[in-house]
């Protein structure tokens, strides 16, 4: 498989092209060159995470490292559906996990938030640092995936805001105990809206009071069946399940 690097066009000066030569920052050259050892000459995919994609090759060697782009290449489909999941604060092997995977389902926005069960306390300087890093496990996910555009990772914040700013037509909240399943809710809203909000709960699940703001939101509760997933599996559930719905499986 030619391996992959993310370079941003809004980080350069001269956009991306033929012939144009692209500086590596020392972590894409340790990649390339070192735990890959690639050298001169190797191909490489370009894509800038918005849509497009190019093949390059590596030239020189080292810290002088940087590949020169010699090919358009076509990008991979996105998904009909763009898909913001809210995703409740878990511990740190279950919430990377969660991101990862939800990039590579397809979703186009991740919001982690914080709600009142969960486990996970963070105060600012912590925020920082986690956001940095689950959008090095976003950038990681869209790069071994083979998506073009690099979904966003959002600010963790509360979930009543969050709530309040969801405006698409089509709002879900995940709850074990909802009378309504996914896939009946899905047939009663016939066709597919094209933008999904969908929030999934903590460790412990949402409380009443929140699952109450979802209600007045507008977001409709719906389970996924009989069985209670756990909070590191039912975003991502949900999510697949859209997707074959959308035919994007």
């Known amino acids: 498989m030619t391996p992959r690097i993310l370079v941003s066009a809004a980080d350069r000066d001269l956009p991306l092209a033929v012939g144009v030569k692209v500086a590596l920052d020392p972590r894409q050259r340790h990649y390339l060159t070192r735990v890959l050892r690639l050298g001169p000459g190797a191909e490489v995919e370009l894509f800038d995470g918005q849509g497009a994609r190019w093949r390059a090759r590596l030239d020189g060697a080292g810290e002088g490292a940087s590949l020169i782009i010699h090919e358009a290449a076509p990008a991979t489909p996105e998904s009909p559906l763009a898909i913001h999941l809210g995703q409740c604060l878990s511990s740190a092997d279950k919430m990377d996990w969660t991101i990862e995977k939800a990039v590579e389902l397809g979703a186009t926005t991740i919001t982690p938030l914080f709600s009142s069960r969960s486990q996970v306390r963070l105060d600012e300087a912590r925020a920082r640092r986690k956001l940095e890093h689950w959008r090095a496990i976003a950038e990681a996910a869209c790069m071994q995936s083979g998506r073009d555009v690099l979904p966003s990772v959002a600010e963790p914040q509360p979930i009543g805001p ?35 909000c969908l929030l999934a709960g903590p ?38 399940a859209l997707q074959a719905l959308a035919g994007d499986f």
């Open 162 to 196: 969050w709530l309040d700013q969801a405006s698409v037509s089509l709002r879900l909240v995940l709850d074990p105990r909802a009378t309504l399943s996914l896939s009946a809710c899905m047939r009663e809203t016939a066709p597919l809206p094209t933008a999904i």
């Open 203 to 240: 460790e412990s699940g949402l409380d009443e009071r929140e699952l109450a703001a979802a209600s007045a939101a507008g977001f409709r509760a719906v389970s996924l069946g009989p069985r209670v997933l756990r909070t590191e599996t039912a975003g991502l559930a949900a999510i697949a």
